[in-house]
């Protein structure tokens, strides 16, 4: 009997594809195997619209050790024998309906893929996206997700160092949760996630498995949801206690010569992870679902292979080997069960006990159908970028009005009522902690250390899919220019709407060409990530939000920069520009143009060439030890990057370079390819000697000191003032 388009629409399978998976089999499917194509051609496992785009992306390096979608997260060497696993993944919708366990089970499965590579997690970041504050839901998810990430995190003892939160009026119905994990991996130790020859057993270790999560991939992360209740058991529920232990079984158990591969038990669950393992090796395979611990009564198959509950994982392990395994397991108190057995062949077979209930291809089911894009700018995006900034009025508010008001607002003001609910100091290997422009860590055991961003701004992309994906990595590795890192690889989290409307496949395939082109300037590969569609509401999709986690070196990490000014008499100079000048056009997009004018047009753009020899030249002049400070210049511009610099800082400054046409482009414009730097006056003519070798425009605009800031007679603030507004203006606008 042919299948409904009711059971279709479930597991987000479309007619066609349905079709075409019986042309494959030769027949129709039985309801488990329905089941397990709905698991393994959904979006959120089978990439079936983003597929082709990402392999456009650049994964060459020579520090590169595991390519991009070959395993659970890439690998990166940074020699002294260390290498680091690193990759970025959304949350977005079990985040949207449950959003303490939905940002919980976020940080919970990205923790499970780095140390699925063998490394040993040493550090989180999260980008978070919610609606205004000014509504009781928006500040209801802001809460719950925070505290989910807080409440995970924490009782996994890994430090939480950097991210980011941004409010907007299109994340409202869909906010965004993405989820970044580092881990160090030592001694070449690298796991892969497939077997090593036919007769290799099966376990699955950790949790029991009960009926949480069942649709989570296909029911939640492929399609568009209107009505929320009917998606609350798709949502897991983690145990962060349950996970610290697993992940130093894990670890302890790959130290074993039978343990052979290791492979997070994720979406889709045991369909995923068993049937993509037996992928990877090139095999086929016996499982037997009787096999599977419980911990509920009356499960039956479909439901044990599309479970996803959490803290599970699976290990591939040499016949003989599974009495060494189950003891450790049974040390640290967590199952240990064989389940099934590769094999030589293409097939997977699914046993219920003796019961033999699916017989399928590995290939079949790992196989979905790609979708090629038509692609055209929509005329709306045109009539948005043909904007005459110029007409824009000045605002009716003072130069320093303007700033208290960005200073203080949700998207700019300073995040310690976020990260201090955080334990960034755990593990005691934290440099430079959040709340700058990026994190850094050191390496035990070595002088060199690591730094990390996070970085993504959805309104520029909005406005410029192509130069908002590419400000996105711009920004990522300013921020750790600002450090004195530089830049070794990326990670990409591609949160959209629905790929199958014509707008959406623009943002989607303009922003990753934008990132292409960005990284291949800085010479990086994106070596992970995830791509979430379907992020929409009420029929509105989420602005395009491509989110770029990056990963830097310091050579010694005990040479860096922090964002903060330092001493009195420390010149202020600006990476990037001659003069204090900026076009209107700077303010398309910016943040000023948004909460004072309450509008989003205008076209940002990236001078890639500029941004790469201004990054150049502040991480050469940190590592020479030329410069104090550095504080990228992104959202609400100069003015905003000044001003935070000397709250950070705890001191004034008198800006007093001649300021000439619009002071509110000047100031708040959000012009890329500038970072604000401090240097002792003996120090002035290394600066300039390293920017002219770059190529680089460089401006002197003042000196640090006084209890005061102003800026080239527009600006007049106390530092008091100014101190006040940025700590408490985020508490003030979500409620505490």
Same mark, same amino acid.
């Given at each position: ?47 079936? =619209? ?38 970025? $993944? ?7 309906? $449950? ?23 040493? +550090? ?82 950790? +949790? ?81 679902? +009787? ?40 040390? !640290?108190?967590? !199952? ?18 003796? $019961? ?23 005329? !709306? ?49 934290? &440099? ?39 400000? *996105? ?37 303009? *922003? ?25 509401? *009420? ?57 004072? =004018? ?15 020899? &201004?990054?150049?030249?502040? %991480? ?19 003015? %905003? ?48 000697? %390293? ?46």
């Amino acid at each position: 009997m042919p299948v409904t388009q009711e059971t279709l629409d479930e597991i987000a399978l479309s007619r066609a594809e349905y079709e075409a998976i019986v042309d494959r089999l030769g027949r129709e499917p039985n309801g488990l195997e329905l089941g397990l194509f709905g698991a393994l051609w959904s979006e959120h496992c089978g990439y079936k =619209h983003s597929k082709p785009l990402l392999r456009t992306l650049p994964s060459n390096s020579p520090n590169l050790l595991v390519a991009p979608g070959s395993e659970n997260a890439g690998v990166i060497d940074i020699g002294d024998g260390l290498a680091i696993a690193f990759k970025i $993944e959304s949350h977005n919708h079990p985040s949207a309906i $449950e959003p303490h366990e939905g940002a919980a089970t976020g940080v919970g499965g990205i923790v499970r893929d780095i140390f699925a590579m063998g490394a040993r997690p040493i +550090a989180l970041l999260n980008s978070l996206r919610f609606g205004p504050p000014n509504t009781q839901r928006n500040r209801y998810l802001f809460h719950g997700v925070v505290g989910g990430i807080s409440a995970y995190g924490n009782c996994i003892g890994i430090p939480n160092v950097g991210g980011e939160v941004v409010f907007d009026e299109s994340y409202s119905e869909n906010p965004l949760v993405n989820a970044l994990c580092v881990g160090l991996i030592e001694d070449g130790r690298i796991m892969s996630a497939s077997p090593r020859n036919p007769g290799d057993i099966l376990m699955l270790v950790g +949790a029991d498995t009960g009926r949480d999560g069942i649709h989570g991939a296909s029911g939640l992360a492929s399609r568009t949801f209107e009505d929320q209740a009917e998606l609350r058991s798709a949502v897991q529920v983690g145990n962060p206690f349950l996970e610290k232990v697993l992940i130093e079984a894990c670890l302890e158990a790959i130290e074993l010569d039978s343990v052979v591969g290791l492979q997070d038990c994720g979406a889709a669950g045991l369909t995923s992870a068993a049937i993509e393992c037996a992928q990877r090796g090139e095999m086929g395979l016996h499982l037997d679902v +009787a096999k599977v611990p419980r911990r509920e009564e009356g499960m039956n198959a479909y439901e044990v292979m599309l479970s996803e509950s959490q803290e599970r994982m699976l290990l591939m392990v040499a016949p003989g080997g599974e009495a060494q395994v189950t003891e450790i397991f049974d040390k !640290w108190d967590l !199952w240990a069960a064989p389940v099934g057995e590769f094999v030589t062949g293409d097939t997977v077979d699914i046993y219920d006990g003796d $019961e033999l209930i699916s017989s399928t291809s590995v290939r079949t089911l790992t196989d979905p159908p790609e979708y090629s894009f038509t692609v055209y700018k929509p005329t !709306w995006l045109t009539d948005l970028n043909r904007t005459d900034l110029s007409l824009l009025p000045l605002p009716d508010k003072s130069p320093s009005e303007v700033l208290l008001q960005l200073l203080g607002s949700a998207n700019i003001a300073s995040r310690r009522p976020v990260f201090q609910q955080y334990d960034h100091q755990v593990q005691t290997n934290t &440099v430079v902690s959040p709340g700058g422009d990026a994190a850094v860590m050191r390496l035990r055991g070595t002088k060199s250390g690591i730094a990390l961003s996070t970085d993504g701004n959805g309104r520029l992309t909005y406005l410029a899919p192509f130069a908002g994906a590419a400000i *996105a990595v711009a920004e990522a590795c300013r921020n750790m220019a600002a450090v004195g890192a530089r830049p070794l690889a990326a990670t990409d989290c591609l949160n959209f709407g629905n790929p199958d409307k014509p707008d959406i496949q623009y943002q989607l395939t303009e *922003a990753v060409n934008g990132i292409k082109a960005a990284c291949d300037a800085f010479g990086i590969p994106v070596v992970s990530g995830n791509v979430s569609l379907y992020n929409e509401g *009420a029929g509105s999709a989420i602005y395009p939000t491509p989110v770029i986690g990056t990963l830097g070196k310091l050579a010694d990490a005990a040479i860096h920069a922090t964002a903060g000014f330092k001493n009195d008499g420390d010149l202020i100079y600006v990476l990037g520009i001659d003069g204090l000048n900026a076009a209107v056009s700077s303010l398309g997009g910016s943040e000023y143009l948004t909460q004072i =004018h309450g509008k989003v047009e205008g076209e940002p753009t990236i001078d890639l060439k500029l941004e790469v020899g &201004v990054q150049n030249a502040c %991480i050469e002049a940190v590592e020479a030890g030329i410069i104090r400070s550095a504080h990228d210049c992104s959202d609400g511009g100069l003015a %905003i990057a000044i001003a935070e610099s000397c709250v950070i800082g705890g001191v004034g400054a008198v800006v007093d370079a001649e300021l000439s046409g619009r002071w509110d482009a000047t100031l708040f414009g959000e012009q890329q390819s500038r970072i604000v730097v401090t240097v002792a006056s003996e120090q002035e003519d290394a600066l300039r000697e %390293i920017a002219l070798a770059q190529g680089i425009p460089l401006l002197k605009i003042g000196t640090v000191g006084g209890t005061r800031l102003t800026i080239s007679g527009q600006v007049d603030v106390a530092l008091d003032g100014l101190t006040e507004t940025w700590d408490s203006g985020l508490s003030i606008a979500t409620g505490g």
